[in-house]
């Protein structure tokens, strides 16, 4: 394929690829093409996606609802400025997320990407206390195992061990971490925390019921719905992070609902446009809203990103919200959460093995002792499937349209290289 070529040996030496040592990297896969849960290769191979390209391809790739709205949107309104003008894309896909978010979460800010949706979240949580006269509730709590991006404010929010604290120490915004409270002596030293610093926090963030990025950690309705309780009693708003959890992956529509929590602001991306085009929300609750009219200009929230709101990407988030109407997508999660329960299971058993864990559509295995990751990751790719561990954990995140055919050739790959790994243990 000479043409590949070209365009491969011309481009690699000018690309610089993330969370990689360029030095050492194997060669990336070139991609063709991409439909279903199926990733074309420039050589012809296919590989079975086992994590919907971080998590986003809910409804498979190339799903043609999408591809025809977008098509449709292209043809009239790729994008316009959002500042002082609005399109109907953008406006209905505001309603829509309104509608389907508990509570009154009701007030859409749009970004392009889940960090910055997070610092969005940031600014409304600390400039909301400020607007009301509490100007020194400047500080926010995060949890041990938390991700909630890569930006410098974000960063500050990740676990300190498995995030990048050590890296960008003295450069970051000093925030303060918390056990999550699973049990009844750590909800103590969460109230604690809460009664002692409640006068400098602004806010809590949390990842409701799974922690994505910083090793798939689960935690159950109970210790959710007790940090939202403990949240109200000390005057501190709540940020649910839902850009991975969201539209369905945990086994409801949202994470939240799940404990019936409904949290001051809540974050969403990843899948909101079913993994086609970047786009973020961060949505308000009404009271958080009203804090910032007023009769003064710097009341207002600050923040613009120049493809705020972008037609393209509205129009297929409205897309796949159709599709979440039409499609029997949480019967798909129950599904796919069945079959990884029953398949992924042996896994407890091999060597290497420290646990196992599911929720709807998220199979996490942690392993234990030395893990070489680019070994594994070379294995599942010669057993045709795309599973990327990292960290301490090898996890499937299919498309929700998996077949349950394709969904076994995924486990069965995860069964037989952690048991290729037992065996050198
Ligand atoms: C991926 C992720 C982010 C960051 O989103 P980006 O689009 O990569 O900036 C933040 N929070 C959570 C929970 C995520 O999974």
């Not at 389907?100 to 940031?122: H, M, N, Y």
């Not at 409205?318 to 299971?345: C, G, Y």
């Amino acid at each position: 394929m000479p043409e590949t070529r070209d365009w491969l040996t011309g481009g690699l030496p000018h690309i610089w690829l993330p969370y990689t040592q360029m030095q050492t990297t194997p060669a990336p896969l070139p991609v063709v093409a991409a439909q279903g849960a199926r990733i074309r290769l420039a050589d012809g191979r296919e590989l079975i996606d086992g994590i919907s390209s971080w998590w986003t391809a809910c409804h498979g790739y190339n799903h043609p609802h999408i591809r025809a709205a977008v098509e449709t949107q292209l043809a009239t309104l790729p994008h316009v400025m959002f500042a002082g003008l609005v399109h109907e894309p953008a406006l209905r896909l505001a309603a829509r997320l309104a509608a389907l978010l508990p509570g009154d979460l009701e007030r859409v800010f749009f970004t392009e990407s889940g960090s910055v949706a997070v610092e969005v979240a940031l600014k409304m949580a600390i400039q909301y206390w400020r607007n009301k006269g509490q100007a020194e509730k400047q500080r926010i709590v995060y949890f041990r195992h938390g991700y909630h991006g890569d930006t410098f404010a974000t960063m500050a929010l990740c676990d300190p061990e498995e995030g990048m604290h050590a890296l960008f120490a003295g450069t970051m915004p000093d925030q303060i971490m918390a056990e999550l409270p699973a049990d009844e002596a750590m909800s103590r030293a969460f109230d604690l925390l809460l009664d002692t610093h409640g006068e400098r926090i602004a806010a809590v963030i949390v990842e409701p019921l799974v922690q994505g990025a910083g090793g798939m950690q689960m935690h159950d309705t109970a210790t959710l719905a007790l940090i939202a309780e403990a949240c109200t009693r000390h005057g501190v708003l709540l940020i649910a992070d839902e850009i991975m959890t969201g539209f369905g992956r945990s086994g409801r529509m949202f994470a939240c609902e799940e404990a019936n929590v409904v949290p001051d602001i809540i974050c969403l991306s990843k899948a909101l446009t079913g993994g086609t085009l970047p786009l973020a929300a961060t949505v308000a609750r009404k009271h958080v809203f009203e804090a910032f009219l007023s009769g003064d200009p710097a009341a207002a929230l600050m923040h613009g990103p120049t493809y705020m709101a972008n037609a393209l990407a509205c129009a297929a988030a409205n897309a796949s919200l159709d599709l979440f109407e039409r499609e029997p997508r949480m019967e798909q999660v129950a599904a796919i959460e069945a079959q990884l329960t029953l398949e992924l299971a042996p896994c407890r058993a091999l060597a290497g093995v420290a646990a196992m864990r599911v929720k709807g559509a998220i199979g996490a295995v942690e392993l234990s002792g030395p893990i070489d990751l680019h070994a594994l990751r070379r294995r599942f790719v010669e057993l045709g499937v795309w599973v990327r561990p990292f960290g301490k954990v090898v996890y499937l995140m299919p498309p929700f349209t998996v077949t349950p055919a394709e969904l076994t050739t995924l486990t069965a790959a995860v069964r037989s290289v952690l048991a290729e790994r037992a065996g050198t243990l």
